[in-house]
């Protein structure tokens, strides 16, 4: 499985970016995907997580309608959508894959890891 996030970049707060995940390496269908974060100095940080067949999802409690995640199947791409960007929200943003099925807020939860963009944003 390889997981490759793209689409990070500096931004105003209050703008907007997606950023994007490439999966490949096998068939996702029964999948769980998600995106973390990690500032300087934190921990990785939930974000938000998709079911690849059937797009349910979940988020963490400080998107509060700021973010949404969405995935097409047939690109084999997740994304995630950022909007009314603040400068707290500056970290570096991984893509994540387990086969598992259920979603879940834990870093441990999952087995696969892209190599993360930079998000950026300036007040």
């Known amino acids: 499985v390889q997981l490759q996030a793209s689409g990070g970049g500096l931004v105003q707060a209050g703008g907007s970016l997606r950023l994007s995940c490439a999966a490949s390496g096998r068939s996702f269908s029964s999948y769980v995907m998600a995106w973390f974060r990690q500032a300087p100095g934190k921990e990785r940080e939930f974000v938000a997580a998709i079911h690849w067949n059937g797009g349910g999802t979940y988020y963490g409690d400080f998107v509060k309608g700021r973010f949404t995640i969405s995935r097409d199947s047939a690109k084999n791409q997740v994304y995630l959508q950022m909007n009314s960007l603040k400068p707290e929200d500056t970290a570096v943003y991984y893509c994540?894959?387990?086969?598992?099925?259920?979603?879940?807020?834990?870093?441990?939860?999952?087995?696969?890891w892209g190599q993360g963009t930079q998000v950026t944003v300036s007040s």
């Open positions: 994540a894959a387990d086969p598992g099925g259920s979603l879940s807020y834990r870093v441990n939860f999952y087995d696969y």
